[in-house]
């Protein structure tokens, strides 16, 4: 079996390598620890009374970038 570079996969590549090879631990693992080394984004907390409207905000971010990321992919 060649060895694979996990590092010099996009994080969308090496999630889709996973995808297609499940049995591969050194893949997940590569990924999971791809994910958790980025910075962690705190948008609220259980007791602001802004919870909703934050919570809110944030997912529309999310799907804007979405979005714009998807923009002219056919």
Do not use: C, W
């Not at 919570?55 to 970038?65: D, G, K």
């Amino acid at each position: 079996m060649s060895q694979v570079n996990y590092a010099a996969m996009s994080d969308k590549e090496l999630r889709q390598y996973f995808l297609r090879h499940r049995e591969d631990k050194a893949a997940l693992r590569a990924y999971l620890d791809r994910l958790g080394d980025r910075p962690r984004n705190i948008i609220t907390t259980v007791d602001d009374p802004d919870f909703d409207a934050k919570i809110q905000a944030a997912i529309l971010r999310q799907m804007q970038a979405a979005e714009n990321n998807s923009d002219g992919a056919i």
